[in-house]
């Protein structure tokens, strides 16, 4: 889309407006700084995919609309978790962090912040892991996806 | 040496280049470099309303009789909220328009200043695309880009927002030649494959349907939908917004459909093996509950500038994205080259079949009554205007009696509002068409409570001389909520009785025009007669009317296009 002030409001008015759901929404300039890419995410039938995809394209400021579920593609998202970790949780969380393949990006005597970067699905997994009490701050960024191979989106 | 020029004169210069000659609003603070402009210069003329959403609908009904781009001028806060409803109801109906606000200067956007509001986001679901001016360098392109998107594509209303420190900066005055827009491209012409498709269904209809809606009317297209359906042969139905797409006279319409529409219409679009939509979006008040619709097995065509409109509602099987007389244009060659002819045989049998229907006469009404009713009044207008005059209406019953009794036969000539339902709309938008074609008659086609929701504008009526003709249906009710509570909510009349009414005759003459005032049926078409002969004056007829009259046929609310009650 546009890379404009407004374009962003329109898109989530549009959704509001019609009913649609918002799971999670990024949004940045690209490379062409007159252009912002944002990846949503959304569930709905059929149908009210369709609909929404008609929806989006008649906005104005909206470029192009891809379904990315159309062919294969790969999707990452971004989560900062701040937890509580004193004695030997230390080592059991430092552990899991490895097991996925996250880092911890800040350390106090009495927590961690880790970084991890994935599907929303393993973030989850991650947060269901880590045990509910010592979890003290999430935050994640909503999925930013992109098609497999050769295959570029251009506008 | 350039020459700069402020924003406020660079405004007024767009709008010269565009063609506009009239522009109708209501100053205040954010617009007074504006109307300074205006003053100025003799090329567009401004009509003063008495309030901004009858600028809006004025503008509307210009748009809407005329086919060109309607314009609104307005001020910041209050001006532009009174606005919103005009802009709602031309968004919901797709007429082309822009819509110019005033803001408060760049500076004190944001600080709540004195009639500041968001317009920009007040706006932005029922316009077609908004924008707000930064920069006095960016006017002239974005004015461009107003009237570009406004009358392309699915046409709508395009707002305009312009802070008023940008109407005194200066800069040089560079109106571009076109617009090109990366993200914004309406497609034309219709996929051939589709409409080869679209053939081949056509002729193997043994019991067709066209249902042709405002798409037709706002493209132009009455033309070659009349060309089609009569080389067809087949039976043709028009929505509320699609009247005067096919003449109404025509032995092939079957009037109008949906909720008050015609037992014929009706049944032919439930029971129909192929239906060829054209310009028309499967309202709720058009086919009634979507899934009983889709109980029937047909096959549908849809032709539709939009693609959002196709398969909304209701699922179709060849679906024609492309503006409507470009498809029809190319359907119809398509047609007249090919050698298979359409089933004829099937369709003498269908002919048949909706004549049977046509007999039920489903628009019956006690024609010996003493008490007026409301059809004869619009029948007598039709007649006492040889079917000629332009015709608003507000919302509400007189505005399906309008649709069912006036015999639209050309395209452009019946205003209403369809989308939105929009009490108030008829008076303003009477106005704008007047503007718009000032030899022609104008008729207004209300009622007492739809009136009185926009009644200031009989002064700006006087201010022009507007020799509107208002037929004010007078039955003391919101009719058309009487007639719910009657059928859906046991005859308890909550709120919709309209009492302290005034005396509109005096009224009218209060304003300067000539009332009447009609109580016998066998005065009426005296009346209009009397009426019509005063050319240079508006003339405010009430006629009062039978207050249990019902409109049918009715699909209630919810129920399928077969399940009407008729009466």
């Given at each position: 889309?546009?890379?404009?002030?407004?374009?962003?409001?329109?898109?989530?008015?549009?959704?509001?407006?019609?009913?649609?759901?918002?799971?999670?929404?990024?949004?940045?300039?690209?490379?062409?700084?007159?252009?912002?890419?944002?990846?949503?995410?959304?569930?709905?039938?059929?149908?009210?995919?369709?609909?929404?995809?008609?929806?989006?394209?008649?906005?104005?400021?909206?470029?192009?609309?891809?379904?990315?579920?159309?062919?294969?593609?790969?999707?990452?998202?971004?989560?900062?978790?701040?937890?509580?970790?004193?004695?030997?949780?230390?080592?059991?969380?430092?552990?899991?962090?490895?097991?996925?393949?996250?880092?911890?990006?800040?350390?106090?005597?009495?927590?961690?912040?880790?970084?991890?970067?994935?599907?929303?699905?393993?973030?989850?997994?991650?947060?269901?892991?880590?045990?509910?009490?010592?979890?003290?701050?999430?935050?994640?960024?909503?999925?930013?996806?992109?098609?497999?191979?050769?295959?570029?989106?251009?506008? | 040496?350039?020459?700069?020029?402020?924003?406020?004169?660079?405004?007024?210069?767009?709008?010269?280049?565009?063609?506009?000659?009239?522009?109708?609003?209501?100053?205040?603070?954010?617009?007074?470099?504006?109307?300074?402009?205006?003053?100025?210069?003799?090329?567009?003329?401004?009509?003063?309303?008495?309030?901004?959403?009858?600028?809006?609908?004025?503008?509307?009904?210009?748009?809407?009789?005329?086919?060109?781009?309607?314009?609104?001028?307005?001020?910041?806060?209050?001006?532009?909220?009174?606005?919103?409803?005009?802009?709602?109801?031309?968004?919901?109906?797709?007429?082309?328009?822009?819509?110019?606000?005033?803001?408060?200067?760049?500076?004190?956007?944001?600080?709540?200043?004195?009639?500041?509001?968001?317009?920009?986001?007040?706006?932005?679901?029922?316009?077609?695309?908004?924008?707000?001016?930064?920069?006095?360098?960016?006017?002239?392109?974005?004015?461009?880009?107003?009237?570009?998107?406004?009358?392309?594509?699915r046409p709508g209303p395009v707002l305009v927002d312009i802070p008023k420190d940008i109407t005194q900066h200066k800069t040089e005055f560079v109106y571009p030649d076109k617009v090109t827009m990366r993200s914004y491209n309406p497609v034309v012409k219709g996929h051939v494959r589709q409409i080869k498709k679209a053939a081949e269904l056509i002729l193997s209809a043994k019991r067709p349907?066209?249902?042709?809606?405002?798409?037709?009317?706002?493209?132009?297209?009455?033309?070659?939908?009349?060309?089609?359906?009569?080389?067809?042969?087949?039976?043709?139905?028009?929505?509320?917004?699609?009247?005067?797409?096919?003449?109404?006279?025509?032995?092939?319409?079957?009037?109008?459909?949906?909720?008050?529409?015609?037992?014929?219409?009706?049944?032919?679009?439930?029971?129909?093996?192929?239906?060829?939509?054209?310009?028309?979006?499967?309202?709720?008040?058009?086919?009634?509950?979507?899934?009983?619709?889709?109980?029937?097995?047909?096959?549908?065509?849809?032709?539709?500038?939009?693609?959002?409109?196709?398969?909304?509602?209701?699922?179709?099987?060849?679906?024609?994205?492309?503006?409507?007389?470009?498809?029809?244009?190319?359907?119809?060659?398509?047609?007249?080259?090919?050698?298979?002819?359409?089933?004829?045989?099937?369709?003498?049998?269908?002919?048949?079949?909706?004549?049977?229907?046509?007999?039920?006469d489903c628009l019956k009404y006690d024609r010996e009554s003493k008490i007026i009713k409301p059809q004869m009044v619009v029948e007598q207008l039709y007649k006492v205007t040889k079917g000629n005059a332009f015709v608003t209406s507000d919302v509400g019953q007189h505005q399906m009696w309008a649709a069912q009794f006036y015999k639209f036969d050309k395209p452009r000539r019946w205003v209403?509002?369809?989308?939105?339902?929009?009490?108030?709309?008829?008076?303003?938008?009477?106005?704008?068409?007047?503007?718009?074609?000032?030899?022609?008659?104008?008729?207004?086609?209300?009622?007492?409570?739809?009136?009185?929701?926009?009644?200031?504008?009989?002064?700006?009526?006087?201010?022009?001389?507007?020799?509107?003709?208002?037929?004010?249906?007078?039955?003391?009710?919101?009719?058309?909520?009487?007639?719910?509570?009657?059928?859906?909510?046991?005859?308890?009349?909550?709120?919709?009785?309209?009492?302290?009414?005034?005396?509109?005759?005096?009224?009218?003459?209060?304003?300067?025009?000539?009332?009447?005032?009609?109580?016998?049926?066998?005065?009426?078409?005296?009346?209009?007669?009397?009426?019509?002969?005063?050319?240079?004056?508006?003339?405010?007829?009430?006629?009062i009317t039978d207050q249990t009259e019902n409109v049918f046929p009715m699909v209630p609310g919810g129920k399928g296009l077969s399940e009407m009650i008729l009466v």
């Amino acid at each position: 889309m546009e890379n404009e002030a407004g374009a962003l409001s329109r898109v989530a008015g549009l959704f509001s407006a019609r009913g649609y759901n918002i799971e999670s929404l990024s949004v940045a300039p690209t490379e062409d700084p007159t252009l912002s890419r944002m990846t949503l995410v959304t569930v709905g039938s059929d149908e009210v995919v369709e609909q929404v995809t008609k929806q989006l394209n008649k906005l104005i400021e909206v470029v192009k609309v891809i379904d990315l579920n159309d062919g294969n593609h790969t999707e990452r998202e971004l989560m900062l978790v701040k937890v509580r970790a004193v004695g030997q949780d230390r080592e059991e969380i430092k552990r899991l962090v490895d097991i996925f393949r996250g880092c911890i990006i800040d350390v106090t005597d009495k927590s961690y912040t880790i970084e991890l970067t994935g599907t929303s699905s393993k973030l989850d997994a991650f947060i269901d892991t880590i045990e509910k009490s010592s979890v003290l701050e999430t935050v994640r960024t909503g999925a930013s996806g992109i098609g497999r191979g050769e295959w570029v989106l251009k506008v | 040496m350039s020459v700069e020029i402020t924003g406020a004169e660079i405004t007024v210069r767009c709008l010269q280049e565009e063609g506009v000659n009239c522009i109708f609003g209501y100053p205040g603070g954010a617009v007074l470099f504006l109307y300074d402009e205006l003053f100025k210069q003799d090329k567009v003329r401004h009509i003063l309303v008495r309030h901004e959403q009858a600028a809006v609908h004025a503008a509307d009904g210009y748009a809407r009789s005329s086919n060109k781009v309607g314009v609104a001028l307005v001020t910041s806060g209050p001006g532009l909220t009174n606005a919103v409803t005009g802009i709602a109801t031309a968004y919901m109906d797709s007429i082309p328009m822009v819509i110019i606000s005033g803001q408060v200067p760049t500076g004190a956007i944001g600080l709540d200043a004195f009639q500041e509001v968001d317009t920009v986001g007040i706006t932005r679901p029922c316009v077609k695309h908004n924008f707000l001016v930064k920069h006095v360098t960016e006017l002239a392109d974005t004015i461009k880009k107003a009237f570009y998107i406004a009358s392309t594509g699915r046409p709508g209303p395009v707002l305009v927002d312009i802070p008023k420190d940008i109407t005194q900066h200066k800069t040089e005055f560079v109106y571009p030649d076109k617009v090109t827009m990366r993200s914004y491209n309406p497609v034309v012409k219709g996929h051939v494959r589709q409409i080869k498709k679209a053939a081949e269904l056509i002729l193997s209809a043994k019991r067709p349907v066209i249902y042709a809606g405002g798409g037709v009317i706002l493209s132009d297209a009455a033309a070659q939908l009349t060309e089609l359906t009569q080389w067809l042969n087949f039976p043709c139905t028009n929505t509320l917004m699609g009247l005067g797409g096919y003449p109404a006279t025509d032995r092939q319409s079957m009037g109008m459909l949906g909720m008050h529409g015609t037992y014929e219409a009706n049944m032919a679009m439930q029971y129909c093996d192929v239906l060829i939509a054209v310009g028309a979006r499967f309202d709720d008040r058009v086919i009634g509950n979507p899934k009983h619709f889709s109980n029937e097995n047909r096959k549908i065509i849809h032709i539709d500038i939009d693609p959002s409109s196709i398969s909304k509602r209701v699922k179709v099987d060849v679906p024609i994205v492309g503006n409507v007389p470009d498809v029809l244009k190319e359907l119809i060659s398509l047609l007249k080259a090919g050698k298979k002819k359409s089933d004829q045989g099937a369709l003498k049998d269908w002919w048949e079949q909706i004549e049977v229907w046509r007999a039920r006469d489903c628009l019956k009404y006690d024609r010996e009554s003493k008490i007026i009713k409301p059809q004869m009044v619009v029948e007598q207008l039709y007649k006492v205007t040889k079917g000629n005059a332009f015709v608003t209406s507000d919302v509400g019953q007189h505005q399906m009696w309008a649709a069912q009794f006036y015999k639209f036969d050309k395209p452009r000539r019946w205003v209403n509002s369809g989308g939105l339902g929009t009490m108030g709309f008829g008076l303003p938008a009477a106005m704008g068409v007047q503007f718009a074609n000032p030899k022609d008659k104008v008729a207004c086609i209300t009622g007492e409570a739809s009136i009185q929701m926009c009644i200031q504008e009989l002064s700006t009526c006087k201010q022009y001389n507007l020799p509107l003709k208002i037929i004010n249906l007078n039955n003391r009710y919101m009719g058309m909520v009487r007639q719910w509570q009657e059928f859906f909510h046991g005859n308890r009349y909550a709120e919709s009785y309209m009492n302290a009414l005034p005396d509109f005759v005096r009224l009218a003459e209060s304003y300067g025009h000539v009332g009447m005032k009609i109580e016998k049926p066998e005065d009426v078409e005296g009346a209009l007669k009397e009426a019509f002969r005063l050319k240079d004056q508006l003339v405010f007829m009430d006629f009062i009317t039978d207050q249990t009259e019902n409109v049918f046929p009715m699909v209630p609310g919810g129920k399928g296009l077969s399940e009407m009650i008729l009466v």
